[in-house]
């Protein structure tokens, strides 16, 4: 009697958590899935009152137009800015998290020093970046936006670098030390092998974060180097929305996100916990 | 191949004094053995020969020449670590021909060395493997695999063997031996444990308190320890110390144990402890020396003790007996079948031909 | 010979003295370049704000004379400022623990394996890696009155024309803003809980169901005690983002009505690029930091204690 009550207990409450999870990932994705479903809409269906949720058909003219009126051009811009800033960042910032986790350069203070700029606000730092920017004639350049970037992206590289060092086994750049390597060659041939992983994880982050940022962008940039969420933004006007330019264009800026982040599942509760999970 | 000489090496880490000047000369060939207990600054000294740590004094010489100013992989040593150190995105292959590929030998040549090594330590089949795919014992020869095709001057392990089980482990120290007879490299191997450094040593180096104890020939030390750290260190289960004082009386010597009871020490070790009438001592006697008493006439310096058998550990051949000696426990190492049950009485002959006679507040041997 | 043949080998291997000083400085070496970018990129704009702060510099005048902390007394007379300061808290005081809320149920849905968990969970963390500013649009879409479904479910739901204005009328813009940031938010809540309570030890907790201890007990005996550090950075790291909460608002409700939404974030960014007060501006700038790093060392001290 009880053998056979308990798998049918069990199996309700599976059901159960089932219909929980559907029905909190359908919450969850319902808004995204909207999105999708109006990059694909004809303006009439776009504009139908009850709305329509589903597209007569999957059809690619909003995508089309934004590809024709080169407002892709900003997506491209992204991608320059996101990726170029980010590399830079996690060659600059693993070189400095070494030193921070093998010779404790700097001591501790350092260390914190490097954190708190993390925390210091984007509004806070903005405006006089501006200034300096207009000074140094560098808004609206590539130049600009990728050093900002870069900037930004070193405490966190820094900070989530040194942990992946510190988990690298001493004894492994000892060892090759006594094998004949210096200790440019330890880093480049022990350590960045050994913290592969940590590397493509904080990239994503550190891309992401570039791909992401909008008041940045808002500010240091005027026709030329746009980034996709600035031009998100002007597609919304005082009386008319471009619904079809907004739902292409948002989904054009999040599949890459999207692409990268599922591919670096692993390792994303360290990333966003800037550590303190290490999942 | 080399000799190695330290002198006069310090040691310093903040306010740790870590080895507090050591010298030592190792000779070319020779499997020399740190061994102490944790803390004794043996990895710091073989750190300091490998060149991982700079001596905060004292000179280091390899092959007759100072090293203290060469890095690491200007010595020409190889070294052999504790979790083995092998790197994880490399094949067994690969990891063996690292060192050779960093000082970029030729691609013919490492591929003779390497299978070599493999062939000696018989891994030839595991090379295209990574580390991860491999068995603990494995990863150990593919480790010293690592260190042979070097063919450095100088082998140095740092406790290459605590990280096996225990079965494992008497299988790579015999491993290790025969490794050292076929190449006769001169090969330093710290380790912790007494039995590793009895049984691989030409020369045992112990360590204590950053200071070197005593050194020699193993079998030297075992017999002949100069104070009784030595005594106590080496040898399993370790040697007795009971509490006693000692009765001269002209050529003939007792200890009188301060429960009652005395023991009457041979001539040989009696005539060189004249005039130390009533001194307070530690009498040493290792387990081994006890037997139980045939019945028959006793050997010249061995003598007869009745006691009752507490605690009975059988291992199989030998059977440890834990009895009261002088008011303490002591444990002595007895025939499979000499005891049979708890509280049974015996007869016992105690050799104190090799007996040690230790002063308490200096811990110095004097007998 | 043996010997010397291998020291010889020992003097070949011996590198440059200029490739010998570059290895001894390379602890330094390594470290330079990105300090020398977070000074130049990060403090130095401080530095500079912090002087300008102490100027009088407008959009019409560029008088740099010091006046002291003028600016700073202008800033406790500034009630639109006090206003956003409010505005921001009271969207951080709703949405942090609703995130967290929220985070924690999720969490405890999924924390026992079963099949197919893997894809409910990159399939959730997506609205936490899109940009903010994709999410306020999404939200825009689905909030519209005559286009989106936000009003057309909940006419079905009332069974009458419900029209509402969520990111115009006053009653319904910060509800609006605080679901957007809840739903944008609690999947990455929830990714660190549920990591956190999936490290808790399982023998404690099995021990604990032997002893029969109820779900709750154990929840507070053993469950939170141990993801309180994952809690504590978690809230940290989410106050922080909420306190210069823009993108969202930005897209959502501009700040709107009026200035009823405007946080601290869009009123500096206002007096900054569209008044073009500069020295305020900088002096404000000045309070923000100030009132971030009051909260992280307050929270820090907490986490400190909760070790």
Known sequence: MRVSKLPARKARILALRYLGAGVVTLLFLFPVYWLFMISFKTPDEIYHVPPLWIPGQIQFSNYYVLFKDGDVLAILNSLIVASVSSGIAIVLGTLCAYSLARFGTGGENLAMWIISQRMIPPIAVVFPIFLIYVYFGLVDSYFGLILLYTAFNLPYVIWMMRGYIVDVPLELEESALVDGLNRWEVIWKVVFPMVRPGLMATSVFTFAFAWNDFLFALVLTRTEVITFPVMLTHYFGGQSNFWAKIAAMSVLGTLPIFVAVSVMQRYLVRGISLGAVKG | MADVKLSGVHKYYGNVHAVRGVDLTITDGEFAVLVGPSGCGKSTLLRTIAGLEDPDSGAIAIGGAVVNDLRPRERNIAMVFQNYALYP?????????????????????????????????????????????????????????????????????????????????????????????????????????????????????????GKIEQQGAPLELFEQPRTGFVAGFLGSPSINLIPATLKTDGPVAAVVFQSGGELKLPSAKAMSLAGAQGREILVGIRPQHFSRAGGGPLRNGVVSYSAVADLIQPTGTRTFTTIKIGGVDAVAELQAHDVRSHGERIDLAIDLNRVVLIDPVSGVVIA | MTLSASLNGAEQRRPSRLGRMLEDRLPYLIVAPAILILLLV????????????????????????????????????????????????????????????????????????????????????????????????????????????????????????????WTVNPAYVYPAIIICEVWQWSPFMFLLLLAALSNVDPSQLEAAEIDGASYLRVLRAIVLPAIAPVIAVACLIRGLDLVRIFDIIWTLTEGGPGSMTETISLYTYVQGFSQFETSYTAAISFLVIALLTVITTLVLKRMELAR
């Open chain 2, 89 to 209: 995105y490399l094949t067994v292959n690969e990891n063996i021909a690292f060192g050779l590929r960093a000082r970029k030998t030729p691609e013919i040549e490492i591929r003779k060395r390497v299978s070599e090594a493999a062939e000696m330590l018989g891994i030839g089949n595991l090379l295209q493997r990574y580390p991860r795919q491999l068995s603990g014992g494995q990863r150990q020869r593919v480790a010293i695999g690592r260190a042979i095709v070097r063919k450095a001057d100088l082998f140095l392990f740092d406790e290459p063997l605590s990280n096996l089980d225990a079965q494992l482990r008497d299988e790579m120290r015999a491993e290790i031996k025969r490794l050292h007879h076929e190449i006769t490299t001169t090969m330093i191997y710290v380790t912790h444990d007494q039995i590793e450094a009895m049984t691989l040593a030409d020369r045992i180096v112990l360590l204590r308190d």
């Open chain 3, 42 to 165: 990060g403090l130095f704009p401080l530095i500079y704000s912090l002087i300008v702060s102490f100027q009088r510099i407008t959009m019409t005048e560029n008088d740099t004379t010091f006046v002291g902390l003028l600016n700073y007394a202008e800033l406790f007379r500034d009630t639109r400022l006090w206003a956003s300061l409010g505005h921001t808290a009271i969207i951080t005081a709703i949405a942090l623990p609703l995130e967290l809320l929220i985070g924690f149920l999720m969490a405890q849905l999924f924390i026992d394996r079963m099949p197919g968990r893997q894809i409910f969970l990159a399939l959730l963390v997506l609205p936490t890696v899109i940009s903010p500013i994709v999410a306020g649009a999404t939200w825009r879409l689905m909030f519209d009155v005559r286009f989106g479904p936000i009003g057309q479910i909940l006419s079905f739901i009332a069974g009458e024309p419900v029209r509402i204005l």
